[in-house]
């Protein structure tokens, strides 16, 4: 019987440890990431892992991902690591793989932080950093107040007073949409998009075009926690309502499923968000199938080399090739 409970961790390190162990003894083969900008607290490295599951030439895919919103992993981390423990892989139809990403913000999950360790906003950071960036008034108007010089109860009563008159003029959702869909003006800012692709980014766009070139269909299932009542799970859809691919995630599932466009989520209309990544990719010229390392069997670029920078934690090194 597996405990639930043990499959969540209270570190990035362990979770880690948790995850490579369980995507392992599930048969998956597991790839390691390592972020060259970041340590953890202790010193330590951080590692994206990935562990993929089923055919290599898969029709369908499903992708579980966690922490991007990096402190948001230890709920992220915990859900994948049951899928794993409780059989998950053996119950996916014929056709059928997974692709379960881990930490692909390590930094922010290792400090207990929202961002990376560039103060950026991994779900405001997908956006075309070539292009002009899009506009937020709203939070230019409310930026003083958002970060004042100091941090007093003089200063917090004041950044209320300037939260509460533009809700009263613009509305709740407006004031929401100011602060939290996202910004490129102030780096030192909150729900800060980048000015330019994250290391987080380069290696998902990666990972995408490696791992789901040969799919036709692709689910994504990205675990946040924070917003709605305490213990309650809101499934949000990513894409527009216009979106060929809106009405395909109703029909899986149902009313419950919310929108922020629709204005049914308790989520903020945002931009640049992760899962943008994935339909770009799978149509990127570049997009070929990959090859094996003769080194770790990883889908290594040949251009690059191998990626596997370090050993996976000891217990799972010996099955991380596929079997």
């Known amino acids: 019987m597996v405990s639930i409970s043990a499959c969540f961790s209270e570190s990035y390190t362990e ?3 948790k995850f490579c162990r369980a ?25 994206l892992d990935t562990a993929r599951f089923g055919p290599a030439d898969a029709s ?16 992220g981390s915990g859900a994948q ?27 922010g999950f290792a400090w207990t932080r929202r961002v990376n360790e560039d103060n950026v906003d991994l779900n405001r950071n997908f956006v075309d950093h070539d292009k002009a960036y899009p506009a937020n008034e709203g939070y230019l108007a409310l930026a003083d107040a958002i970060l004042p010089k100091d941090w007093s109860d ?41 000015a330019k692709p994250t290391w987080s980014n380069r290696t998902i766009r990666r990972i995408a075009r490696e791992e789901l070139g040969r799919a036709r269909r692709v689910g994504i299932i990205d675990f946040h926690t924070g917003l709605g009542p305490f213990g309650h799970g809101e499934l949000i859809c990513a894409v527009p309502p216009t979106a060929k691919s809106f009405p395909r995630a109703r029909a899986w599932y149902g009313d419950e499923m919310t929108s922020p466009e629709s204005g049914t989520s308790t989520s903020a209309i945002v931009v640049g968000i992760m899962t943008d990544a994935f339909p770009q990719e799978r ?23 191998c990626i596997i920078a370090a050993p996976l934690p000891r217990h799972s090194r010996a099955n991380s090739r596929p079997t």
């Open 15 to 17: 979770a880690r440890a």
């Open 23 to 47: 995507a392992a003894e599930a048969g998956g083969a597991i790839r390691s990431w390592l972020n060259p900008n970041a340590l953890g607290p202790n010193g330590e490295p951080l590692y």
């Open 60 to 75: 369908n895919m499903l992708v579980l991902i966690s922490s991007t919103h990096g402190v948001e992993g230890h709920c």
């Open 81 to 107: 690591i049951a899928w794993l423990a409780t059989g998950g892989p053996t119950r996916l139809p014929n056709d059928t793989g997974a692709l379960v990403v881990h930490a692909i913000n390590p930094y």
């Open 154 to 194: 003089d200063s917090k009563a004041a950044t209320q007073r300037v939260f509460d008159s533009y809700a009263q003029k613009h509305g709740a959702f407006a004031l929401q949409g100011a602060i939290s869909s996202g910004q490129y003006s102030h780096p030192d800012g909150i729900f800060f998009g980048g």
């Open 283 to 305: 149509r990127s010229p570049s997009n070929t199938a990959p090859t094996r390392c003769p080194r770790c069997w990883a889908q290594c670029a040949p251009t690059t080399g």
